[in-house]
Nanobody
Framework: QVQLVESGGGLVQAGGSLRLSCAAS????????MGWFRQAPGKEREFVAA????????NYADSVKGRFTISRGNAKNTVYLQMNSLKPEDTAVYYC?????????????????WGQGTQVTVSS
């Protein structure tokens, strides 16, 4: 069982930066691939970024490549999402998730545990 708690969301102007954190409980954190997803009002949940259990493999949505960076600190049971050059269209609730996959899955169906989400609002 893994419990996930996101933090770091907030209101930022376009062009600004935020760093999201996701703290995980459980001794087996390092064995899980981790992902970030987001959901804007009236839209489907979409994949943002994922990282394998070792940190050696990452995947990004095309819309965030070059602007967002996912990383993990296994000693701290935490995964991060550094978001730079934010745009109004990045506004959404951001969720972290944990997967038993050995890669860095991009489908939400491959994730077993989800956090409650943190709101990110980017003003123009």
């Amino acid at each position: 069982q893994v419990q996930l708690v996101e933090s770091g969301g907030g209101l930022v102007q376009a062009g600004g930066s935020l760093r999201l954190s996701c703290a995980a409980s459980g001794r087996t954190f390092r064995s899980y691939a981790m992902g970030w997803f987001r959901q804007a009002p009236g839209k489907e949940r979409e994949f943002v970024a994922a990282i394998s259990w070792s940190g050696g493999l990452t995947n990004y949505a095309d819309s965030v490549k070059g602007r967002f960076t996912i990383s993990r600190g296994n000693a701290k049971n935490t995964v991060y999402l550094q978001m730079n050059s934010l745009k109004p269209e990045d506004t959404a609730v951001y969720y972290c998730a944990a997967s038993t996959s050995v890669v860095a899955p991009m489908s939400g169906n491959e994730y077993d545990y989800w956090g409650q989400g943190t709101q990110v609002t980017v003003s123009s």
